[in-house]
C-alpha cells in the first residue's frame, strides 16, 4: 500500500466516523429513514411473507402475475456463499417502470426474504444480505409496466476446506 | 481478442503449428536416455511483448520432484479436454513421444525410473537463470514476469518466515505482478506487510474489503469501489500497452480459513470482470488485455465464454501443466486460456505479435524446467543458503525410508496421503482419517530418505491442527459429499479446485456423475463392516477451516509415525470404488 493511498483511506475513514457521528446526534437518522419511505411503510404481506413454499410466496405476493425469464436484469450473487448468514445480493436492471423487486430463497422455511416498493423514476438496484440455511436457489423477481420478470442463481453453502 | 474470421483461423493455425514444444520436433521428444536437453530452452525471440508466466510454486525454493497426476477426471464439457486428460491420452493429446523429457515432465508415466534419469525440477536458482535467459533474449524492456500466486506457501521456510523467504526470492527473481490464494493463509497484516516489502505489483479485481469493515476504517486500495487491492495494471512495453487484470482465488475464505481475513470477500465477480475489462479497454487504450488468475482451468474455461474482451488468461491454482492454450470463443472474440502446472516445475512463455488492431498471432510454450539442464544462479542460491540456513538441521531431520513411490496429486487418493491418514489413526487411535485433497506436496522416490522437509511439504499450513472426535456415519457422508460436489459440480463455478478429501480407514463407492448427496454409497471400515448412519465412529484429521482444533500440527503426527515404521510403504490404499470414471480420458491406475 503506497503512502498516497494509506492517507486517501485515513481521510475516508474520518468521513465515515463523522457520518456516523451524526447518526448518534439524531439528525440524521431521520433522514435515513425519509429516504426509505416505502421500505418502512410498505403494507406487510403476511400472507406471502409467511407462505412455507416457493410458489406459494411468489402467487401471494404477485398474485394474477406471470413470470418470464430476462437476460435484463443482473442478479448479482457468489455461487457459493462465503458465508451462509449473510449472503450479500444485489439486484439491478435497466427495465423502464419497475415497481417492485422481490428476492426468495426456495429452501428457506419462509422463501420470501425482502421486497422493494420502487417509486417511479428510482434506479433500479437494490442490496441486500440475506440468511441461507442452505444450498438453495435463489430468485429476484422484477415487476416492471405491469410484468414480472425472473432471474435465478443457485447458491451453495457449504462445509468448505480441503481447496487446492 | 477481436478477431475477424479468416485472422481467427490464421491463428488457429499457428496454434497447431506453435504450441508444441522445441525439442518436441513436432512429434517427437527428446529421444529416451538423451540427457542433452540442446534446444529445449532456446525459444527464439518472436513478437512484440513477451510475458513470461510462473505459478503456484508453493515456496519450493529448491529443485524438487513431483508427479503429475494419474486420475484427473473430467466430464460434461471438460470431458477428455485438458487438463482432464493423462498419461497416454495426454501424450497423444499433445503429440509427446513416450518415454522421452517432455513425457516426463507432463505426465505421470514411469515415474520413478524417469525422475532418476532426469534429475530434479524447478528450483529457484534454476528457474532465475531460465527466467534471466528467457528476458535477455527477447529484450527485458518488453518482457513482463507474471506469478500466479500460491508463492509464499507449502515449505517449512516459507511457514517459519510467514511467506517472507518468497517475498525476498520473488524480489530477486524479478516478479512484475501476481496475485494469490494461500497467500491469504497468513494473518491480514501480514500479507499487507509482505505486499509492502514485494517489489512489483499485488493485483486483485476480486477482493473488496467487506461493506462494513469499511465502516470500522479497514484499509482499502479503494474506498469507493471497496477493492482491497489494485485490480488492475497497464505496463507499457516496447510502445505497446499492456494492461493485467489480478483474478485471485476466488473462494479463498470457503476453501481456507476466513478468520485470518475478517475483512475480505471474495468471488469469481465475473460480472465485475466484464464491467472492468469494458473500462479498461475503454480508458487506457491497451493494445492487450491480459487476466493473471488463480481461478482454476475449468473456472477460467467458463468466465473465459462469458466475458469477452480478454486476450489471454494466464490461470493456475489446479496445477495442470498445459503445453497449449485453450482457444474459447465468446461474443467479443476468442480468448486464450493457459495453466502453467505447479511447483517451480514450469514457465509458461507467450510471445505476442501486433497488427493494425490488436494481437495479430501469438505463441505459446510451458517450458519444463529441469535442474540438470540449466546452472544455478549464484545470487539466488547464495540468498536460499541463507534462508535455509537457521532451519537446515530441523528440515535435513531423517524420519524413514520410502519403501514406494509417495506422491499427493491425483483425485482421489495419493500414496504421501495415505500414510498421513495411517498415521492420523495410529497416533490418535481413530478408526477413520480424513486428510484434504490439496494438490500441492512434492515427491519421494523410491529408496529416498524422507526428511522433516518432505513432511513439511505435504503438510506445511497456518492451520496445521489436528483433531480427533466422534463423527456419526451421516455427518462422514456428509462431508464426503460435500467435498465431492465441490470436484464434481457439472458447473465449474461450484468447483473448488482441489482433490477429492482422502481417507483413511473408510471405503466407498463414488459416482461423480451422481448428484449432491448421491455419489457416496457403500461406506464400509477396512474389517468391511457397513458404516451406520447413526453409529458414531471416532474420527482423526487435521487443517479444520471453521475454528481452530486443539490437536498437536501434522507434521509432528506424520513425524512420530514414520520414525516408528522406518520404511514407510502403504498397506491399503482407501481409494473410492469408482461408478463412471473407469473409462474416462483422465483416468488410469
Redesign the interface.
Known amino acids: 500500500m503506497t503512502a498516497a493511498t494509506a492517507k486517501l483511506v485515513g481521510k475516508r475513514v474520518v468521513n465515515r466516523r463523522y457520518f456516523l457521528t451524526k447518526l448518534s446526534q439524531g439528525a440524521a437518522c431521520l433522514a435515513a429513514v425519509a429516504s426509505f419511505p416505502h421500505l418502512v411503510f410498505a403494507q406487510w404481506s403476511e400472507a406471502a411473507f409467511g407462505a412455507k413454499e416457493l410458489e406459494k410466496a411468489i402467487a401471494e405476493r404477485y398474485p394474477e402475475l406471470t413470470i418470464e425469464d430476462s437476460d435484463a436484469i443482473t442478479l448479482k450473487v457468489p455461487a457459493i456463499a462465503e458465508n451462509g448468514a449473510v449472503v450479500p445480493v444485489t439486484v439491478k436492471t435497466d427495465m423502464a417502470d419497475v415497481s417492485s423487486i422481490s428476492l426468495f430463497v426456495e429452501k428457506n422455511p419462509t422463501p420470501l426474504s425482502a421486497s422493494f416498493y420502487l417509486t417511479p423514476g428510482s434506479v433500479a438496484e437494490v442490496s441486500v444480505r440475506l440468511r441461507m440455511g442452505e444450498t438453495s436457489n435463489l430468485v429476484a423477481l422484477v415487476e416492471a409496466g405491469g410484468k414480472l420478470y425472473r432471474a435465478q442463481q443457485e447458491v451453495k453453502v457449504t462445509i468448505g476446506g480441503c481447496g487446492g | 481478442m477481436n478477431l475477424d474470421r479468416r485472422e481467427f483461423l490464421n491463428l488457429l493455425s499457428l496454434a497447431g503449428a506453435a504450441g508444441l514444444l522445441p525439442g518436441c520436433g513436432g512429434d517427437k521428444g527428446v529421444a529416451p536416455g538423451s540427457e542433452s536437453g540442446a534446444g529445449l530452452y532456446d525459444v527464439l525471440p518472436e513478437g512484440d511483448v513477451r510475458l513470461l508466466h510462473i505459478t503456484d510454486t508453493h515456496a519450493q525454493l529448491m529443485p524438487i520432484y513431483f508427479r503429475e497426476p494419474s486420475v484427473n477426471l473430467g466430464f460434461h464439457d471438460a470431458l477428455g479436454r485438458p487438463p482432464h486428460v493423462t498419461g497416454d491420452n495426454f501424450l497423444k493429446h499433445f503429440q509427446i513421444a513416450p518415454g522421452s523429457q517432455l513425457a516426463h515432465a507432463f505426465t505421470y508415466l514411469d515415474f520413478p525410473t524417469a525422475a532418476e534419469r532426469y534429475g530434479k525440477v524447478g528450483g529457484f536458482a534454476y528457474l532465475k537463470t531460465l527466467i534471466d535467459q528467457l528476458r535477455g533474449s527477447f529484450g527485458s524492456e518488453k518482457t513482463l514476469l507474471l506469478d500466479g500466486g500460491?508463492t509464499w506457501q507449502g515449505s517449512g521456510t516459507s511457514l517459519w518466515t510467514r511467506g517472507k523467504d518468497m517475498v525476498g526470492a520473488c524480489n530477486l527473481l524479478g516478479v512484475d505482478i501476481m496475485t494469490g490464494?494461500?497467500e491469504f493463509t497468513y494473518r491480514d497484516s501480514e500479507v499487507?506487510e509482505n505486499?509492502?516489502e514485494f517489489n512489483g505489483e499485488f493485483l486483485a479485481q476480486n477482493i473488496k474489503v467487506k461493506e462494513d469493515a469499511?465502516?470500522d476504517?479497514a484499509?482499502?486500495?479503494d474506498?469507493d469501489s471497496g477493492h482491497a487491492f489494485k485490480p488492475y495494471t497497464v505496463k507499457t512495453m516496447g510502445g505497446r500497452r499492456v494492461a493485467v487484470i489480478g483474478q485471485a482465488?476466488p473462494?479463498?475464505?470457503?476453501?481456507?480459513p476466513?478468520r485470518f481475513i475478517p475483512d475480505w470477500?471474495?468471488?469469481?465477480?465475473d460480472?465485475d470482470m466484464q464491467e472492468l475489462v469494458d473500462q479498461v479497454r475503454a480508458t487506457e487504450s491497451p493494445d492487450a488485455v491480459i487476466v493473471l488468475s488463480h481461478n482454476?482451468m475449468d473456472v477460467d474455461l467458463k468466465m473465459a465464454s462469458r466475458v469477452s474482451g480478454i486476450d489471454a488468461i494466464l490461470g493456475g491454482?489446479?496445477?495442470d501443466g498445459v503445453p497449449r492454450p485453450i482457444e474459447v470463443n465468446n461474443p467479443g472474440g476468442v480468448t486464450l486460456v493457459t495453466n502453467a502446472g505447479s511447483n517451480g516445475k514450469f514457465v509458461g512463455v507467450l510471445d505476442l505479435s501486433f497488427g493494425d488492431s490488436g494481437i495479430s498471432s501469438y505463441r505459446y510454450k510451458l517450458l519444463p524446467v529441469f535442474a540438470n539442464l540449466l546452472a544455478e544462479d549464484k545470487t539466488m542460491s547464495a540468498y536460499i543458503d541463507s534462508v535455509r540456513a537457521p532451519y537446515q538441521q530441523q528440515l535435513a531431520e531423517p524420519l524413514a525410508v520410502a519403501g514406494e513411490l509417495l506422491y499427493r496429486r491425483g483425485n482421489f487418493n495419493g500414496t504421501f496421503d495415505q500414510l498421513i491418514c495411517d498415521a492420523l489413526r495410529k497416533v490418535n487411535d481413530a478408526e477413520i482419517s480424513f486428510s484434504?485433497?490439496?494438490?500441492?506436496g512434492t515427491s519421494v522416490l523410491p529408496g529416498q530418505t524422507i526428511t522433516m522437509e518432505h513432511v513439511l511439504d505435504q503438510t506445511c499450513i497456518t492451520y496445521p491442527e489436528t483433531y480427533a472426535r466422534d463423527m456419526t456415519g451421516s455427518d462422514i457422508k456428509?462431508?464426503l459429499e460435500?467435498?465431492g460436489?465441490?470436484l464434481f459440480?457439472p458447473?465449474p463455478?461450484?468447483q473448488?479446485?482441489?482433490?477429492m478429501?482422502r481417507v483413511g480407514g473408510l471405503n466407498y463407492r463414488f459416482d461423480p456423475l451422481a448428484a449432491?448427496s448421491k455419489r457416496v454409497t457403500d461406506m464400509t471400515l477396512d474389517s468391511g463392516e457397513a458404516i451406520e448412519a447413526n453409529k458414531s465412529y471416532r474420527v482423526a484429521g487435521w487443517?479444520?477451516?471453521?475454528s481452530q482444533s486443539p490437536g498437536e500440527p501434522i507434521w509432528d503426527t506424520v513425524a512420530t509415525y514414520l520414525r516408528d515404521v522406518k520404511i514407510a510403504n502403504v498397506e491399503k490404499r482407501n481409494t473410492p470404488v469408482l461408478v463412471n470414471g473407469t473409462d474416462n480420458p483422465g483416468f488410469f491406475e
Open positions: 500460491d490464494h494461500w499487507l505486499i509492502a469499511l465502516f476504517g484499509p482499502a486500495y474506498e482465488f473462494y479463498t475464505p470457503v476453501a481456507n476466513s470477500t471474495f468471488g469469481i465477480n460480472i482454476g491454482h489446479t496445477h484434504p485433497g490439496f494438490r500441492w456428509a462431508i460435500d467435498v460436489d465441490n459440480n458447473d463455478y461450484y473448488q479446485g482441489g482433490d478429501v449432491m487443517a479444520t477451516v471453521g
